[in-house]
């Protein structure tokens, strides 16, 4: 059973940074695209950031790009962890952020392609 954690979210202030985490077990990621997501309150949950083992593939929305960064590590013991490192971060990146995996084989920015999510934690930026 594919089960993602996420961990780092809090407060900061505007032009601060942030280390996100997420432990991802239940199986062997490296054909898998993993991803970061957000949700804002009343807005629908966006793309940020993905990464694909295979290659070390990265992709990023327009807004995360030059401020975020995500590295991970993917192990052949089922065990992986994916980061999301956030900088110079802005009262707009306020969101619950998700870690999700997509479905096999699958590269995409599209959250109706990620089959497994964690549970989020908030991100909240003070101006």
């Known amino acids: 059973q594919v089960q993602l954690v996420e961990s780092g979210g809090g407060l900061v202030q505007a032009g601060g940074s942030l280390r996100l985490s997420c432990a991802a077990s239940?199986?062997?990621?490296?054909?898998?695209?993993m991803g970061w997501f957000r949700q804002a309150p009343g807005k629908e949950r966006e793309f940020v950031a993905a990464i694909r083992w295979s290659g070390g593939s990265t992709s990023y929305a327009d807004s995360a790009k030059g401020r975020f960064t995500i590295s991970g590590i993917s192990g052949d013991n089922a065990k992986t962890t994916v980061y999301l490192q956030m900088n110079n971060l802005k009262p707009e990146d306020t969101a619950v952020y998700y870690c999700a995996v997509a479905a096999k084989l699958v590269w995409s920015s599209s959250r109706y392609e990620y089959a497994y999510w964690g549970q989020g934690t908030q991100v909240t930026v003070s101006s």
């Open positions: 239940g199986r062997t990621f490296s054909s898998y695209t």
